[in-house]
């Protein structure tokens, strides 16, 4: 009797697992260091590192961005790291910075953003709170 109910709820857990959200479709980046650490005060064109790993399961493949934010908004005078098209899992390290200007900028999110080659479709978005003062 023991061996039955043994190998009932053993089948049981078999066929759960087979029927997750693991079979649909996934774009996913995630988000492994950022270099330095927020808070920090950094100089114009001084780069924030940033690694991440990413799955995409988008037949066409993906770009892929991490972007400096101010208040909402895409920061003035951002630089990051432009995006091929990317296939499969992997990882990348990527930068964000403020280039030269007469006043100082605060960075209080990076926007991680993935989208489909022709930017016509965003597959996966977040926002990280931070705040990387930059000045000359």
Excluded: K
Excluded at 52 to 59: A, L, P, R
């Amino acid at each position: 009797m023991y061996s039955i109910v043994l190998i009932c709820s053993l089948s049981l857990v078999l066929m759960s697992c087979g029927t997750s959200s693991d079979d649909e479709a996934s774009n996913v980046m995630e988000i492994i260091s950022i270099n330095p650490e927020s808070p920090a005060d950094l100089s114009y064109g001084e780069f924030v590192i940033i690694t991440y790993e990413y799955m995409i399961d988008n037949s066409e493949g993906a770009r892929m961005w991490v972007q400096p934010y101010t208040s909402g908004s895409i920061s003035p005078r951002f630089l990051y790291s432009s995006s091929s098209v990317f296939h499969g899992d992997g990882g990348r390290e990527v930068g964000v910075s403020i280039d030269d200007g007469d006043d100082p900028v605060t960075v209080d999110q990076l926007r991680v953003v993935m989208v489909s080659p022709d930017q016509s479709e965003t597959l996966f978005e977040t926002y990280i709170g931070v705040e990387y003062n930059f000045n000359e």
